[in-house]
């Protein structure tokens, strides 16, 4: 199916949304909850941008810097206007936050937008930006640094395995992660992405690069997913918390795969990608 049919198929289905979502998403409250949207989109952009490039890093010369939130974070903060680009993530993820909230409370675009199963899953969202948020807000104010991804998962698995039953907990949830990275990818391959995006205006080719940004840029992401749910399985098969990792040592571990460092760079571009469509998303989503 091409990208053009699946564009006129988004439209139509954007055109089925029940009137009490349209009615919440109208009006001021929904012209503040557009910028919201876009505010967070541009912010996620930002940091995937920031992690390709230290991921790409990490594979030619060894990089120590954290190729995740954090390593993006004060990648960030040594630039000559990093206090201000922080407070401008502070208030896109905090905006993201608020977008996804407003999501799981009335019902995103869509014809099964106002599903419980989409508005638990914008709910999960919402609480995952809003930790986000925090985490770079501290950092922004001098009070703390947000805590890397390897050590978050390492933490919540070790906390997982002081109950009984920890370790199957663990596992169930690697098991969930690795089915979620490859739905991204899924997705992502199926270009099912596109019913989320109103491109009537722009032309042929935009459509082209946007479409390709997607796709590439969604398959990087699941792959560091499904990276990342695989180590949660090792982790509760050895009782071992630290072998779980964040998206820093998932990265990592795809330079030691036969593909050696190329791999790693491969993912890289891709999450680079990710992050320009999510900057073409902050234009043309549907909110």
């Known amino acids: 199916m091409s990208a053009s049919t699946l564009f006129h198929r988004s439209a139509r289905a954007r055109r089925a949304v029940p009137r009490r979502g349209r009615a919440a998403r109208g ?100 609480v995952f930006y809003a930790v986000v948020t925090f985490g770079i807000l501290k950092y922004a104010l001098g009070v703390g640094q947000p805590s890397s991804s390897d050590s978050q998962s390492q933490d919540l698995t070790a906390a997982a395995m002081k109950y009984q039953g920890g370790q199957v907990i663990v596992a169930l949830a690697g098991v969930v992660v690795v089915i979620a990275g490859l739905y991204v990818i899924y997705r992502a391959y199926k270009l099912k992405f596109l019913k989320h995006l109103r491109m009537g205006s722009a032309s042929p080719r935009t459509r082209k690069v946007v479409t390709r940004l997607g796709q590439a840029g969604g398959i990087a992401r699941g792959a560091v997913f499904a990276t990342i749910g695989v180590f949660l399985v090792i982790a509760a098969k050895d009782a071992n918390p630290r072998q779980a990792k964040g998206i820093d040592s998932a990265l990592r571990a795809l330079a030691h795969t036969p593909l050696g460092p190329w791999l790693l760079v491969v993912v890289a571009i891709g999450l680079m990608m990710f992050g320009v469509y999510s900057w073409c998303e902050a234009r043309w989503r549907a909110v």
């Open 27 to 126: 009006g001021p409250a929904g012209r503040w909850m557009t910028w919201l949207a876009k505010a967070g989109l541009t912010a996620r952009g930002v940091m995937y941008v920031l992690i390709g490039i230290i991921a790409v890093q990490v594979a030619i010369d060894g990089s120590r810097q954290q190729a995740d939130r954090t390593g993006a974070v004060h990648l960030v903060a040594q630039t000559a206007f990093g206090s201000l680009i922080l407070w401008l993530l502070v208030i896109g993820f905090a905006g993201m936050t608020l977008w996804r909230l407003s999501e799981a409370a009335w019902g995103s675009p869509g014809a099964d937008g106002r599903k419980a199963s989409k508005r638990l899953a914008n709910l999960a969202r919402a």
